[in-house]
Nanobody, 121 residues
Framework: QVQLVESGGGLVQAGGSLRLSCAVS????????MGWYRQAPGKQRELVAT???????NYADSVKGRFTISRDNAKNTVSLQMNTLKPEDTAVYYC???????????????WGQGTQVAVSS
């Protein structure tokens, strides 16, 4: 079983910073893409940032220049450094991994339980 556990969420003032981390554990054979998504109250879940196995990154326009995604393949972790936070960044942030549990398995998408980020004005 593959599990994703997020950490690092909390309450900060506008302009502050937070660093989210996601640890992947269990029977994971390989990981291709990793990413962060978020869902604000009453809104759809949206992509925040992704990073491929080749370290190619993609960011939502709303976070470009402020957020940085990175991965540590040796530790099976992905992090999201969030700087210059804004009230509109308030949401539950979810970690996502695209990978394989076994060499013969197809790619599957796995989700964490989410961590709350609240930014006050």
């Amino acid at each position: 079983q593959v599990q994703l556990v997020e950490s690092g969420g909390g309450l900060v003032q506008a302009g502050g910073s937070l660093r989210l981390s996601c640890a992947v554990s269990g029977s994971i054979f390989s990981i291709r893409d990793m990413g962060w998504y978020r869902q604000a109250p009453g809104k759809q879940r949206e992509l925040v940032a992704t990073v491929t196995s080749g370290d190619s990154t993609n960011y939502a326009d709303s976070v470009k220049g402020r957020f940085t995604i990175s991965r540590d393949n040796a530790k099976n972790t992905v992090s999201l450094q969030m700087n210059t936070l804004k009230p509109e960044d308030t949401a539950v942030y979810y970690c996502n991994v695209l990978g394989k549990r076994f060499w013969s398995s197809p790619l599957n998408s796995y989700w964490g339980q989410g961590t709350q980020v609240a930014v006050s004005s």
